[in-house]
């Protein structure tokens, strides 16, 4: 479930409901309330006294804790891995990367498609409403609050290395095409060259609010069946920051070196998605109870207006990043390529979930 999750266009929830452990994910995310916090005050109020760790270890198991912490720890796994391969393809091949997720996102339209049970005129409403909603927000300038921060090199360091050490909202190759950049330009040809000393290089970094925001978001579609929290990331602007990120904090670990900045990042994020999983696990059962169709409509509508968020083509145009077409036919091939792969992958999900889901004769 971790592994699909990190993949934008694939839910992680799909997997869970393909598995046969969705409403057991929901419900132990449910659990997690205010008195599963007083258990565990319990024993330190108790002194870990073997009757207050008896009643903690009773008070986990009905809350379905221990599995729901084996299933963290996967998640958890899934993410180191990619954080070390996923924003490396990203830096190197950027427009194949976004065809990939652009197909993956316009492929898993199909799973809420396949679960509204009634098709009338208000369904189809809905579905071009939130559509129409998400791509006006998403707009051509797609762009994400960062603050620029300026950073006068050493005389030691690639842009590649700057980036890192920040850490760095956008690619170094994005980062290099800024506007703001201009004098970085003039000074080096390419994001892997070392950057004479003196030369000041502008780094956009995030707010730690805004990661907070993406947190809650991110879990929140992380929940969803057909819609996937890395999605929803990648529609901030986020994907390739928080996967950076965490692949820059744990190559400073191994490294011995700590960088504050990077764990606060990942800090905030984290307050997100507890928060997120606190308030809207609750909030999902009531409208996939009450409103389910309409849910799953409106699910539609935000994975197809949100793809003007993930354009393969995209250009920099007075410090803003904008979608555009393409200039030659050599750059449409590749990118065609990997949407048709990522539309595949959807397409044979839905397959075995299809035939899993049927009954045995």
Known sequence: MGTVDIVPGVSGS???VLLGFYERF?????NIDISLFRAFWGVVRGRFSRVSREACAEACKLADLPWLINLLLGLATAFVVASFAIPRLMEKYPSVMWGLFFGLVLGSVITPW?????????????????????????????QAPVAVEYVVADG??????????????????DVYAMGANAGLRGAVSGADEVIGAGVSVAVPKAYYLYCILAGFCGICAMLLPGISGSFILLVMGCYYFMLHTGKSFLHGLSQGIVYPSHLLYM????????????LFSRAL??????????????????????LRAIWPFKSFESGCQVNVLPSQWGEVVPVAIACAVGLGVVVATVVVQSKHSQPSE
């Open 156 to 173: 030691t360091k690639a842009l590649s290395a700057l980036c890192e050490e920040a850490p760095c909202f956008y690619t170094p190759s």
């Open 26 to 30: 929901i419900a132990a995310l449910k």
């Open 285 to 306: 059962t009531y409208l996939l109870k009450n409103y389910r169709d309409a849910t799953l409509c409106a699910i539609i509508g935000i994975l197809v207006g949100c």
């Open 14 to 16: 799909t997997v869970a």
């Open 114 to 142: 396949r679960q509204v049970a009634r098709w009338h005129v208000s369904r189809v409403a809905i579905i071009a409403v939130f559509a129409l909603v998400c791509y006006y927000l998403m707009g051509q300038h797609v």
């Open 267 to 278: 800090i905030c994020f984290g307050v997100g998605a507890i928060l997120g999983i606190a």
